[in-house]
């Protein structure tokens, strides 16, 4: 009989075999770097889980059910409770005893710690579970840079990005003014540049605060805000295209959007996240690698002491998350990326 596989499979050719049956878990850790799942002990109970949703629509909720699905195999007497109201919800439910796990496509902001700190006298303990998307809205899309299509600018490192977004300039890069500060001659040389971007008090921004302004608040003075940080669906899409149409219409600004918002005259940038380190466009490679600068995370946060185990329960879904089954689970439902598996490997370690 002719073997099912020759040499070394690739990751999709694993992934779709384990994903139709014909390929055992093991075989796809292989494939893909990621371990099978060992229980340490079998678990029983019940696990909470709050987090990222809305009353509305629920983005993470058939991934939730299929994580759920598949541990239960493994843990026939684990039960669960899901409510994913939104990602304001989360903490709240840990530090009131509601909930065991906070499921978040952000780290948690000043108001949720000074809940939480109180209680437990330490921060939650945070988990990377998957990489965001590239280029689906609802599923933590990697910010981008975007200028207008007649900008000659083609790349930034985030040292120049944190001094034109900025007032504070914590990564040491003297002030942007304008587009000369940047390099670009031209028409554009003595323009100022003009910063659009989503309500500051966003997923978005409030994820470039962090990751690019080094959790400085203090935005340019040159900032053009759309949008509200509570938008429906509806309401965020007409959000973006209002900031992208602004963009088209002005070609001296620069847009902080996502992917999924782009129009034709907007133009990607490439970021650097601290030279020497190589200029990167976002593509569904350097997003799903993690090699992108700027790449979104979904995360559960759960109680632990510092230094201290986590609940068996908890421990042991947390670890089946990390392992192939629950990264093949990402990769099967199509919105978040998978991490790759040394990270999710590493990651998998901090649970011990």
């Not at 629920?58 to 843990?75: D, E, M, N, T």
């Not at 990564?171 to 390099?183: A, I």
């Not at 053009?224 to 001296?252: C, I, K, N, V, Y």
Request: net charge positive; glycine share 10%.
């Amino acid at each position: 009989m002719r073997p099912l596989l020759h040499g070394h499979p690739s990751r999709r050719t694993c992934l779709a075999l384990a994903g139709a049956g014909l390929l055992p878990w093991p075989a796809l850790a292989a494939g893909t770097g990621h371990p099978p799942y060992r229980p340490q002990a079998p678990v029983e109970g019940l696990i909470r889980i709050w987090g990222h949703g809305s009353r509305e629509r629920s983005p993470a909720g058939a991934l939730v059910a299929a994580w759920i699905k598949g541990f239960q195999h493994f843990h026939p007497a684990m039960r669960f409770e899901v409510t994913l109201r939104g990602d304001s919800t989360a903490i709240g439910g840990l530090y009131t005893g509601a909930a065991d796990i906070a499921l978040m496509e952000r780290p948690p902001i000043a108001i949720e710690l000074d809940g939480y700190r109180p209680i437990f006298g330490h921060d939650p303990f945070g988990v990377i579970v998957a990489s965001g998307s590239l280029d689906h809205a609802d599923h933590a899309p990697a910010p981008v840079v975007f200028v207008h299509r007649s900008n000659p600018l083609t790349r930034l490192s985030l040292q120049q990005l944190d001094a034109a977004i900025g007032a504070d300039h914590r990564r040491g890069h003297p002030p942007v003014n304008t587009w000369k500060d940047l390099g670009v001659d031209g028409p554009l040389r003595d323009r100022p540049l003009e910063v659009l971007t989503y309500d500051i008090a966003g997923d978005l921004p409030q994820f470039m605060q962090q990751a690019v302004m080094g959790g400085s608040q203090k935005w340019t003075g040159r900032l053009r805000e759309f949008g509200t940080p509570s938008t429906t669906a509806d309401e965020g899409r007409e959000a973006a295209r209002r900031l992208m149409q602004a963009l088209q219409q002005t070609p001296h600004a620069l847009a902080l959007a996502t992917w999924p918002d782009r129009l034709p005259q907007a133009r990607a940038v490439a970021l650097s996240a601290a030279l020497p380190a190589p200029f990167l466009l976002p593509t569904r490679a350097t997003v799903s690698q993690r090699r992108y600068p700027l790449v979104r995370d979904l995360q559960v946060f759960v109680e632990r002491a510092p230094g201290g185990p986590l609940q068996a329960p908890v421990r042991e879904f947390l670890a089946y998350l990390l392992s192939a089954p629950g990264q093949q689970a990402i990769a099967s439902d199509g919105g978040y990326f998978a991490l790759p598996g040394q990270e999710a490997a590493r990651i998998k370690e901090t649970l011990a």
